[in-house]
């Protein structure tokens, strides 16, 4: 059983950076992707991030592109999302997912494991 850890969330002021952790464990052999995504009050729940360990490819919502970086410390089993030049509208429960087979999607339905959320709150 996959289980996953984040950690990382806070309060941030605009402009500034957060980085949050995603701690794997439970994967068996083969490929995986892991994803970050976000929900806010009221909102759906949307893709931030993916990696995939097949052939190290990532993405990047439109919105945080050039902001936000995905990581992976294979030692440590943990990905990691270092975001940068935070905006208020940032502001989100923010969720790691895993799934198997290594595909990067952006959408929740593609992933089988979620961690459970870590807030983040980004306000002056």
């Known amino acids: 059983q996959v289980h996953l850890v984040e950690s990382g969330g806070g309060l941030v002021q605009p402009g500034g950076s957060l980085k949050l952790s995603c701690a794997a464990s439970g994967f068996s052999s083969g490929y995986y992707a892991i994803g970050w995504f976000r929900q806010a009050p009221g909102k759906e729940r949307e893709g931030v991030s993916c990696f995939s360990s097949s052939d190290g490819t990532t993405r990047y919502a439109g919105s945080v592109k050039g902001r936000f970086t995905i990581s992976k410390n294979n030692a440590k089993n943990t990905v990691y999302l270092q975001m940068n030049s935070l905006k208020p509208e940032d502001t989100a429960v923010y969720y790691c997912?895993?799934?198997?087979?290594?595909?990067?999607?952006?959408?929740?339905?593609?992933?089988?494991?979620w961690g459970q959320g870590t807030q983040v709150t980004v306000s002056s």
């Open positions: 997912a895993a799934s198997g087979g290594g595909y990067c999607g952006t959408k929740p339905h593609e992933y089988d494991y």
